[in-house]
């Protein structure tokens, strides 16, 4: 190879490389920063290829999309001294790469400068609440107030704040373990209280039905007693009125009534007089 074309290849092959870093692509949904010497010289946002001073100039890509950003929950301490583990989430968008470089140059720094942001501005406005105005209608306006204080912050950095959002609130876990405990204990007392109450109540029911079991059975004693007497008396007429129709044969079944009731034990044995009353009707019956 001759000196001249040597000098040309070497030529051509810084042409290109000069060519190829002079060119970069900012792809959709990314954003650039072009950089001459470290120091920013102009935003690019629209897709394409585009062009730079290749060995000067370099360039910075942030993304342009919605981003999300999931701090870990942190305790709040509300106006009315209740503890809360607080879950939040927050989406944004880089709208001023100039302002993000200088604030906060990288999207890592960016996210923990942001996450301070949004725990301070929690931290701010719940200090002022109360947990029963967190539970009430009230919720929406307090989300509205940290969302405005956020975004207000994080415009210094060159960002844009979609939305602020409180995932979950809860009380810490010792607390959540003492309020079980009282619970659980409180639910105990009211179970002790209802079983002295319902043993109460049986022991009056108990003895309110043995009080009518009682009345009942003399009622009923005292009713058997009377249609006894009364089918007394009324068997008394009945045997009177027989007697006084015909006083022999009443005798005579008297006296088989009592031969009856006399002779049907085969064990009895008597000791009488054969003129004795008792044989009246056996003497006639012989002769």
Request: proline share 3%; hydrophobic share 40%.
């Given at each position: 190879?001759s000196?001249?074309?040597?000098?040309?290849?070497?030529?051509?092959?810084?042409?290109?490389?000069?060519?190829?870093?002079?060119?970069?692509?900012?792809?959709?949904?990314?954003?650039?920063?072009?950089?001459?010497?470290?120091?920013?010289?102009?935003?690019?946002k629209?897709?394409?290829?585009?062009?730079?001073?290749?060995?000067i100039?370099?360039?910075v890509?942030?993304?342009?999309?919605?981003?999300?950003?999931?701090?870990p929950?942190?305790?709040?301490?509300?106006?009315?001294?209740?503890?809360?583990?607080?879950?939040?989430f927050?989406?944004?968008?880089?709208?001023?790469?100039?302002?993000?470089?200088?604030?906060?140059?990288t999207?890592?720094?960016a996210?923990?400068?942001?996450?301070?942001?949004?725990?301070?501005?929690?931290?701010?406005?719940?200090?002022?609440?109360?947990?029963?105005?967190?539970?009430?209608?009230?919720?929406?306006?307090?989300?509205?107030?940290?969302s405005?204080?956020?975004?207000?912050?994080?415009?210094?950095i060159?960002?844009?704040?979609?939305?602020?959002?409180?995932?979950?609130?809860?009380?810490?876990?010792?607390?959540?373990?003492?309020?079980n405990?009282?619970?659980?204990?409180?639910?105990?007392?009211?179970?002790?209280?209802?079983?002295a109450?319902?043993?109460?109540?049986?022991?009056?029911?108990?003895?309110?039905?043995?009080?009518?079991?009682?009345?009942?059975?003399?009622?009923?004693?005292?009713?058997?007693?009377?249609?006894?007497?009364?089918?007394?008396?009324?068997?008394?007429?009945?045997?009177?009125?027989?007697?006084?129709?015909?006083?022999?044969?009443?005798?005579?079944?008297?006296s088989?009534e009592?031969y009856n009731?006399?002779?049907?034990?085969?064990?009895?044995?008597?000791?009488?007089?054969?003129?004795?009353?008792?044989?009246?009707?056996f003497?006639?019956s012989?002769?």
């Open positions: 190879m000196k001249i074309q040597y000098v040309l290849t070497v030529l051509a092959a810084v042409v290109v490389i000069t060519a190829a870093g002079s060119i970069y692509t900012v792809n959709q949904g990314e954003q650039a920063l072009v950089l001459q010497f470290g120091r920013p010289v102009r935003v690019v629209e897709p394409g290829l585009k062009l730079k001073i290749p060995m100039q370099n360039v890509f942030y993304d342009a999309r919605l981003l999300n950003l999931d701090p929950a942190q305790e709040v301490v509300l106006n009315d001294k209740k503890r809360l583990d607080v879950d939040s927050t989406r944004y968008r880089i709208i001023d790469p100039l302002k993000f470089y200088v604030t906060v140059r999207e890592y720094q996210q923990s400068k942001l996450a301070e942001i949004v725990n301070s501005s929690i931290r701010k406005i719940l200090g002022r609440s109360t947990l029963q105005e967190l539970l009430s209608e009230k919720r929406t306006q307090i989300m509205n107030d940290i405005a204080a956020v975004k207000v912050d994080a415009e210094q060159g960002v844009s704040v979609a939305d602020v959002r409180i995932r979950r609130a809860d009380l810490p876990l010792e607390v959540l373990q003492a309020i405990a009282r619970m659980k204990t409180e639910r105990e007392r009211e179970a002790k209280e209802f079983r109450q319902g043993s109460q109540e049986a022991q009056k029911i108990r003895a309110s039905a043995d009080k009518e079991k009682t009345i009942i059975l003399a009622d009923a004693e005292k009713q058997a007693q009377i249609i006894r007497g009364q089918g007394d008396e009324q068997a008394i007429m009945i045997w009177n009125k027989a007697a006084g129709q015909d006083m022999e044969f009443y005798s005579f079944y008297r088989l009592a009731n006399a002779l049907s034990d085969g064990n009895a044995s008597m000791v009488l007089s054969p003129e004795s009353e008792f044989f009246k009707f003497r006639q012989m002769r």
